[in-house]
Protein backbone atom coordinates (compact mmCIF):
# COMPACT_ATOMS: atom_id res chain seq x y z
CA UNK A 1 0.00 0.00 0.00
CA UNK A 2 1.33 3.63 -0.75
CA UNK A 3 1.55 5.93 2.01
CA UNK A 4 -1.00 7.92 2.48
CA UNK A 5 -1.29 11.73 3.34
CA UNK A 6 -3.72 14.44 4.23
CA UNK A 7 -3.68 15.57 0.89
CA UNK A 8 -3.83 12.01 -0.83
CA UNK A 9 -7.08 11.54 1.24
CA UNK A 10 -8.36 14.72 -0.54
CA UNK A 11 -7.25 17.58 1.61
CA UNK A 12 -4.68 19.85 0.63
CA UNK A 13 -3.92 22.16 3.88
CA UNK A 14 -1.13 24.38 2.08
CA UNK A 15 -4.04 25.38 -0.63
CA UNK A 16 -6.14 26.44 2.18
CA UNK A 17 -3.66 28.44 3.70
CA UNK A 18 -3.02 29.86 0.82
CA UNK A 19 -6.80 30.92 0.29
CA UNK A 20 -7.06 32.22 3.87
CA UNK A 21 -3.67 34.41 3.33
CA UNK A 22 -5.39 35.57 -0.37
CA UNK A 23 -8.34 37.10 1.19
CA UNK A 24 -7.38 38.67 3.93
CA UNK A 25 -7.22 42.02 2.00
CA UNK A 26 -11.16 42.05 1.46
CA UNK A 27 -11.47 41.17 5.49
CA UNK A 28 -9.41 43.59 6.61
CA UNK A 29 -11.46 46.57 4.89
CA UNK A 30 -14.63 44.80 6.86
CA UNK A 31 -12.53 45.68 10.60
CA UNK A 32 -14.30 48.10 12.87
CA UNK A 33 -13.19 49.97 15.69
CA UNK A 34 -14.21 47.32 17.84
CA UNK A 35 -11.80 44.40 16.78
CA UNK A 36 -8.95 43.35 18.99
CA UNK A 37 -6.40 41.46 17.12
CA UNK A 38 -4.19 38.88 19.19
CA UNK A 39 -1.62 36.71 17.11
CA UNK A 40 -2.03 33.25 18.41
CA UNK A 41 -5.68 33.40 19.48
CA UNK A 42 -7.83 30.85 18.85
CA UNK A 43 -10.98 32.96 19.33
CA UNK A 44 -12.26 36.64 17.33
CA UNK A 45 -11.88 39.30 19.68
CA UNK A 46 -14.01 42.36 19.64
CA UNK A 47 -14.61 45.46 22.68
CA UNK A 48 -17.87 46.44 23.08
CA UNK A 49 -17.88 50.72 24.20
CA UNK A 50 -20.28 49.80 26.84
CA UNK A 51 -19.97 53.98 27.23
CA UNK A 52 -23.02 53.85 24.79
CA UNK A 53 -25.27 51.71 26.42
CA UNK A 54 -26.54 51.63 30.11
CA UNK A 55 -27.90 48.10 29.66
CA UNK A 56 -26.41 46.83 26.68
CA UNK A 57 -28.24 43.55 25.27
CA UNK A 58 -26.27 41.50 22.78
CA UNK A 59 -28.70 40.04 19.72
CA UNK A 60 -27.65 37.40 17.11
CA UNK A 61 -28.46 34.83 14.50
CA UNK A 62 -26.77 32.54 12.63
CA UNK A 63 -28.71 31.27 9.14
CA UNK A 64 -27.30 29.99 5.59
CA UNK A 65 -28.49 30.46 2.37
CA UNK A 66 -30.01 27.36 1.01
CA UNK A 67 -30.24 25.35 -1.94
CA UNK A 68 -30.16 29.17 -3.80
CA UNK A 69 -26.72 27.93 -3.68
CA UNK A 70 -27.68 25.11 -5.78
CA UNK A 71 -28.45 27.59 -8.88
CA UNK A 72 -25.35 29.36 -8.34
CA UNK A 73 -23.06 26.30 -8.34
CA UNK A 74 -25.06 25.19 -11.60
CA UNK A 75 -24.81 28.61 -13.09
CA UNK A 76 -21.44 29.56 -12.22
CA UNK A 77 -22.33 32.72 -10.34
CA UNK A 78 -20.62 33.21 -6.62
CA UNK A 79 -19.73 36.47 -5.98
CA UNK A 80 -23.62 37.53 -4.74
CA UNK A 81 -24.08 34.50 -2.26
CA UNK A 82 -21.81 35.32 0.38
CA UNK A 83 -24.03 38.68 0.29
CA UNK A 84 -27.00 36.20 0.88
CA UNK A 85 -25.59 34.98 4.06
CA UNK A 86 -24.80 38.28 5.29
CA UNK A 87 -28.11 39.70 4.51
CA UNK A 88 -30.26 36.83 5.82
CA UNK A 89 -28.36 36.97 9.39
CA UNK A 90 -28.18 40.85 9.78
CA UNK A 91 -31.56 41.70 8.52
CA UNK A 92 -32.72 39.41 11.39
CA UNK A 93 -30.88 41.27 13.95
CA UNK A 94 -32.06 44.54 12.59
CA UNK A 95 -35.86 43.60 13.59
CA UNK A 96 -35.15 43.83 17.57
CA UNK A 97 -33.51 47.34 16.50
CA UNK A 98 -29.62 46.30 16.69
CA UNK A 99 -26.74 47.81 15.71
CA UNK A 100 -24.58 45.47 13.97
CA UNK A 101 -21.19 44.40 15.28
CA UNK A 102 -19.75 41.52 13.82
CA UNK A 103 -20.00 38.94 11.77
CA UNK A 104 -18.65 35.24 11.45
CA UNK A 105 -18.93 32.75 8.54
CA UNK A 106 -18.21 28.78 8.00
CA UNK A 107 -17.57 27.40 4.62
CA UNK A 108 -18.08 23.77 3.71
CA UNK A 109 -16.45 22.29 0.82
CA UNK A 110 -15.53 18.87 -1.43
CA UNK A 111 -12.38 20.71 -2.58
CA UNK A 112 -10.96 24.15 -2.03
CA UNK A 113 -11.51 25.91 -5.31
CA UNK A 114 -9.51 29.65 -4.43
CA UNK A 115 -11.62 31.32 -7.28
CA UNK A 116 -14.94 30.41 -6.20
CA UNK A 117 -14.50 30.66 -2.78
CA UNK A 118 -12.74 33.91 -3.24
CA UNK A 119 -15.75 34.90 -5.00
CA UNK A 120 -17.98 33.97 -1.82
CA UNK A 121 -15.83 35.86 1.05
CA UNK A 122 -15.72 38.94 -1.38
CA UNK A 123 -19.11 38.82 -1.30
CA UNK A 124 -19.41 38.19 2.41
CA UNK A 125 -17.29 41.62 3.02
CA UNK A 126 -19.10 43.02 0.81
CA UNK A 127 -22.11 42.53 2.56
CA UNK A 128 -20.95 42.82 5.72
CA UNK A 129 -19.71 46.37 4.35
CA UNK A 130 -22.86 47.57 3.88
CA UNK A 131 -24.15 46.31 6.79
CA UNK A 132 -21.78 48.26 9.02
CA UNK A 133 -19.71 45.38 10.88
CA UNK A 134 -17.08 44.04 10.82
CA UNK A 135 -16.61 40.48 9.18
CA UNK A 136 -13.83 39.32 12.13
CA UNK A 137 -13.90 35.32 11.49
CA UNK A 138 -14.24 31.80 9.50
CA UNK A 139 -13.81 28.57 8.52
CA UNK A 140 -12.95 26.88 5.68
CA UNK A 141 -13.43 23.33 6.03
CA UNK A 142 -12.14 20.60 2.83
CA UNK A 143 -14.48 17.45 3.47
CA UNK A 144 -14.11 15.08 0.51
CA UNK A 145 -16.91 12.54 0.69
CA UNK A 146 -19.50 14.78 2.28
CA UNK A 147 -19.55 17.24 -0.72
CA UNK A 148 -18.59 16.71 -4.40
CA UNK A 149 -15.32 18.47 -5.33
CA UNK A 150 -17.48 21.59 -6.81
CA UNK A 151 -20.06 22.09 -4.21
CA UNK A 152 -20.20 24.28 -0.90
CA UNK A 153 -22.59 25.05 2.04
CA UNK A 154 -22.73 28.03 4.03
CA UNK A 155 -23.55 29.01 7.36
CA UNK A 156 -23.26 32.35 8.62
CA UNK A 157 -23.22 33.98 12.53
CA UNK A 158 -23.64 37.76 13.20
CA UNK A 159 -24.04 40.01 16.63
CA UNK A 160 -25.26 43.22 17.30
CA UNK A 161 -26.34 45.39 19.93
CA UNK A 162 -29.04 47.15 21.67
CA UNK A 163 -30.29 49.37 24.88
CA UNK A 164 -32.21 46.74 26.61
CA UNK A 165 -34.89 50.18 26.95
CA UNK A 166 -35.04 50.28 23.42
CA UNK A 167 -35.67 46.74 22.11
CA UNK A 168 -38.16 46.10 19.33
CA UNK A 169 -40.70 43.62 19.55
CA UNK A 170 -43.90 44.36 18.53
CA UNK A 171 -45.47 44.63 21.89
CA UNK A 172 -46.58 47.82 21.77
CA UNK A 173 -48.47 47.63 18.33
CA UNK A 174 -52.38 48.56 18.25
CA UNK A 175 -54.91 48.37 16.42
CA UNK A 176 -54.72 51.67 13.64
CA UNK A 177 -51.02 51.12 13.41
CA UNK A 178 -49.74 51.43 9.97
CA UNK A 179 -47.41 48.79 8.08
CA UNK A 180 -44.88 49.64 5.74
CA UNK A 181 -42.84 47.66 3.37
CA UNK A 182 -39.56 48.40 1.84
CA UNK A 183 -39.29 46.22 -1.74
CA UNK A 184 -37.10 43.05 -1.77
CA UNK A 185 -34.89 42.53 -4.90
CA UNK A 186 -36.82 39.06 -5.73
CA UNK A 187 -37.14 35.67 -4.04
CA UNK A 188 -33.89 37.24 -1.43
CA UNK A 189 -32.91 33.61 0.00
CA UNK A 190 -36.28 31.71 0.58
CA UNK A 191 -38.49 28.73 -1.04
CA UNK A 192 -35.54 27.59 -3.81
CA UNK A 193 -36.70 24.60 -3.26
CA UNK A 194 -40.33 25.44 -4.78
CA UNK A 195 -38.30 27.36 -7.41
CA UNK A 196 -36.38 24.64 -8.39
CA UNK A 197 -39.19 22.24 -8.31
CA UNK A 198 -41.28 24.70 -10.79
CA UNK A 199 -38.10 25.90 -13.17
CA UNK A 200 -35.93 23.34 -15.16
CA UNK A 201 -32.27 23.37 -14.61
CA UNK A 202 -31.67 25.19 -18.31
CA UNK A 203 -34.54 27.34 -16.96
CA UNK A 204 -32.49 28.49 -14.15
CA UNK A 205 -29.83 29.50 -16.08
CA UNK A 206 -31.73 31.40 -18.44
CA UNK A 207 -33.53 33.16 -15.02
CA UNK A 208 -30.10 33.11 -13.23
CA UNK A 209 -29.84 37.15 -13.03
CA UNK A 210 -33.11 37.42 -10.99
CA UNK A 211 -32.53 33.92 -9.39
CA UNK A 212 -29.63 35.18 -8.09
CA UNK A 213 -30.05 38.50 -7.58
CA UNK A 214 -28.19 38.84 -3.32
CA UNK A 215 -30.81 39.59 -0.62
CA UNK A 216 -31.68 43.08 0.00
CA UNK A 217 -29.48 44.00 3.26
CA UNK A 218 -31.86 46.81 5.69
CA UNK A 219 -29.66 48.31 8.05
CA UNK A 220 -29.74 52.14 6.29
CA UNK A 221 -33.08 51.84 6.67
CA UNK A 222 -33.50 50.52 10.17
CA UNK A 223 -30.51 52.90 11.40
CA UNK A 224 -32.50 55.69 10.05
CA UNK A 225 -35.72 55.04 11.36
CA UNK A 226 -34.43 53.97 14.82
CA UNK A 227 -32.61 56.89 15.51
CA UNK A 228 -35.54 59.22 14.31
CA UNK A 229 -38.92 57.62 14.96
CA UNK A 230 -40.46 55.11 17.69
CA UNK A 231 -41.14 51.77 15.71
CA UNK A 232 -43.24 49.45 17.12
CA UNK A 233 -42.38 46.29 15.01
CA UNK A 234 -40.07 44.86 12.41
CA UNK A 235 -40.76 41.89 10.58
CA UNK A 236 -37.77 40.28 8.20
CA UNK A 237 -40.11 38.87 5.90
CA UNK A 238 -37.94 35.10 4.89
CA UNK A 239 -39.75 31.33 4.80
CA UNK A 240 -43.22 31.57 6.31
CA UNK A 241 -43.23 35.38 4.73
CA UNK A 242 -47.02 36.82 5.41
CA UNK A 243 -48.41 34.54 7.39
CA UNK A 244 -45.32 33.04 10.10
CA UNK A 245 -42.99 35.80 9.92
CA UNK A 246 -45.08 38.81 9.76
CA UNK A 247 -47.40 37.58 12.45
CA UNK A 248 -44.87 36.83 14.51
CA UNK A 249 -44.38 40.19 15.90
CA UNK A 250 -48.23 40.51 16.32
CA UNK A 251 -49.49 40.48 20.42
CA UNK A 252 -52.39 38.66 21.43
CA UNK A 253 -55.48 39.90 20.22
CA UNK A 254 -54.35 41.53 16.89
CA UNK A 255 -54.42 41.10 13.38
CA UNK A 256 -52.62 42.72 10.03
CA UNK A 257 -54.69 43.72 7.13
CA UNK A 258 -52.29 43.37 4.16
CA UNK A 259 -53.59 44.91 0.93
CA UNK A 260 -52.53 42.84 -2.11
CA UNK A 261 -51.70 45.35 -5.23
CA UNK A 262 -50.58 48.10 -2.64
CA UNK A 263 -46.66 47.36 -3.87
CA UNK A 264 -45.41 46.57 -7.62
CA UNK A 265 -45.29 42.43 -8.01
CA UNK A 266 -41.79 41.98 -9.16
CA UNK A 267 -42.41 39.51 -13.01
CA UNK A 268 -40.53 37.06 -11.42
CA UNK A 269 -43.20 36.09 -9.16
CA UNK A 270 -45.49 36.26 -11.80
CA UNK A 271 -44.08 33.61 -13.76
CA UNK A 272 -43.55 31.07 -11.15
CA UNK A 273 -46.68 31.06 -10.22
CA UNK A 274 -48.09 30.78 -13.66
CA UNK A 275 -45.68 28.17 -14.73
CA UNK A 276 -46.05 26.20 -11.25
CA UNK A 277 -49.30 26.91 -11.13
CA UNK A 278 -49.52 28.15 -7.48
CA UNK A 279 -52.26 29.18 -5.26
CA UNK A 280 -51.99 32.56 -3.82
CA UNK A 281 -51.93 31.51 -0.27
CA UNK A 282 -49.16 29.08 -1.01
CA UNK A 283 -47.17 32.11 -2.39
CA UNK A 284 -47.63 34.41 0.45
CA UNK A 285 -46.63 31.80 2.65
CA UNK A 286 -43.45 30.91 0.83
CA UNK A 287 -41.93 33.51 -0.59
CA UNK A 288 -41.62 37.50 0.36
CA UNK A 289 -43.66 38.56 -2.59
CA UNK A 290 -41.58 42.10 -3.47
CA UNK A 291 -41.26 43.00 0.16
CA UNK A 292 -38.49 41.99 2.01
CA UNK A 293 -38.77 43.97 5.29
CA UNK A 294 -41.66 45.45 7.78
CA UNK A 295 -42.27 48.24 9.75
CA UNK A 296 -45.04 48.70 11.79
CA UNK A 297 -45.41 52.15 12.82
CA UNK A 298 -48.13 54.43 14.70
CA UNK A 299 -51.03 55.97 12.36
CA UNK A 300 -50.21 59.53 13.42
CA UNK A 301 -46.43 59.06 12.62
CA UNK A 302 -46.93 57.67 9.20
CA UNK A 303 -46.98 60.95 7.08
CA UNK A 304 -43.84 62.30 8.40
CA UNK A 305 -42.09 59.34 8.54
CA UNK A 306 -43.37 58.48 4.64
CA UNK A 307 -41.92 62.22 4.11
CA UNK A 308 -38.60 61.62 5.78
CA UNK A 309 -38.06 57.95 3.68
CA UNK A 310 -38.51 59.71 0.72
CA UNK A 311 -36.50 62.45 0.97
CA UNK A 312 -33.46 60.17 2.15
CA UNK A 313 -34.52 58.00 -1.27
CA UNK A 314 -35.63 55.10 0.81
CA UNK A 315 -38.56 53.46 -1.20
CA UNK A 316 -41.19 52.17 0.35
CA UNK A 317 -45.03 51.49 0.18
CA UNK A 318 -48.21 51.58 3.31
CA UNK A 319 -48.97 47.62 2.15
CA UNK A 320 -51.59 47.57 5.44
CA UNK A 321 -52.84 48.16 8.74
CA UNK A 322 -53.53 46.41 12.15
CA UNK A 323 -57.42 45.45 13.43
CA UNK A 324 -58.38 44.02 16.74
CA UNK A 325 -59.25 40.18 15.79
CA UNK A 326 -59.06 37.42 18.10
CA UNK A 327 -59.58 34.42 15.77
CA UNK A 328 -56.68 35.24 12.85
CA UNK A 329 -54.01 37.05 12.40
CA UNK A 330 -53.69 38.13 9.15
CA UNK A 331 -56.23 38.84 6.60
CA UNK A 332 -54.92 39.48 2.76
CA UNK A 333 -56.92 41.47 1.00
CA UNK A 334 -56.90 42.92 -2.72
CA UNK A 335 -56.73 46.18 -3.21
CA UNK A 336 -57.11 48.44 -6.34
CA UNK A 337 -55.55 51.73 -4.66
CA UNK A 338 -52.19 52.40 -6.74
CA UNK A 339 -48.81 51.99 -4.98
CA UNK A 340 -46.43 55.34 -4.48
CA UNK A 341 -43.29 56.47 -2.28
Known sequence: MKKVTYKTSGVDIAKANAFVKAIQGDVSRTKG?????????????????????????LVSSTDGVGTKLLIAQEAGIHNTVGIDLVAMNVNDILCTGAKPLFFLDYIACGKVNPKVLKDVVRGIAKGCRESGMSLIGGETAEMPGMYKPQEYDLAGFAVGIVERSKIIDGSGIRAGDVVIGFPSSGFHSNGYSLVRK????????????????????????????????????IAHM??????????????????FVIEKGSWPLPKVFQILQKKGRIEDSEMYRTFNMGIGLVCVVPAQSFTKISAFLKKKRMHHYKIGYVVNNTKQKIRLESSSSSFSH
Open 238 to 255: TGGAYYEKLTKILPKGKC
Open 198 to 233: VFSSREQKQLAKDLLKPTRIYAKEVKALTENFAIKG
Open 33 to 57: AGVITRSGSFGSLFSLDKGKYKQPV
